[in-house]
């Protein structure tokens, strides 16, 4: 019965996300968080495949900033999903720009993300993207 | 204890949901509002037709114009999650416009009282992708 012995429960995955967001909020991305086949598709960065390119993307992006913090503002998961709503703080050039970013993360039973896909609202990426 | 006696299953908010997509889906706009509080909130900021609506005359007027504008909507369901303060839904969504056929994806949130009615909900979509179907 190992099967039933590593099947991580809704609440360990949010649990699993909200370290993870933590730990990125200080530049940290751990890579056994990701199956190795993980693609990651979102606003700020074009579609990535693979562990390691993803985990690199994930460093790089809030290296563009002076600073990338995502706070969630909650967390939700099922047997498929977990799906982090996000207050977001970019700060670029001296300008601070504040907004809502969703997660959307798709979770094997291990917990690791195999796919990723993270979405911004619109006005607030123009403003990131003009920044 | 009246509030205990009507406090809703997440199962019962998921429901709410799934019964306001209904509705709109058969052009059904009295009942879309009667899942919503009287001083119900759409926020479409991450939407084609944007912007922050509040009351159910400003939202139904907002969301109307979806079925006016856009042809042959589909809106599949790809999951919905919840807790106690939000249901989020993951929507495959489809439109017509000017014979061709869009595709994207969309989250949406809502906040589901206990008494079974919408105060709040956001709409998180790739606007570039429906605004140049609307522009073209």
Known sequence: ?131 | MAEAGTKLSLDQKIQVVRDAFAAFERGDMKALTNTWTDDFVWHARGSVFGGDFKGKDAAIGAIARYPQELEDIKLDFHDIVANDKHVVALVNSSFKRNGKTYQDQIVYIFHVNDRGKTSEAWIIADTELAKNAIQS
């Open chain 1, 1 to 131: 019965m190992a099967e039933a012995r590593t099947k991580l429960t809704p609440q360990q995955k949010i649990e699993m996300a909200r370290k993870a967001l933590a730990d990125a909020n200080q530049g940290n991305v751990n890579p056994e968080g990701f199956a190795p086949d993980a693609v990651m598709r979102g606003s700020l960065i074009p579609e990535v495949r693979g562990r390691a390119a993803v985990v690199a993307a994930l460093k790089k992006a809030p290296a563009n900033f002076e600073e990338f913090r995502q706070e969630p503002h909650a967390i939700l998961a099922d047997n498929d999903h977990v799906v982090a709503l996000i207050n977001l703080k970019v700060k670029s050039r001296g300008r601070t720009i504040e907004g809502q970013q969703v997660l959307v993360v798709h979770t094997n039973d291990q917990g690791q993300i195999t796919e990723m896909w993270g979405m911004i609202e619109p006005e607030t990426l123009k403003r990131i993207q003009g920044s």
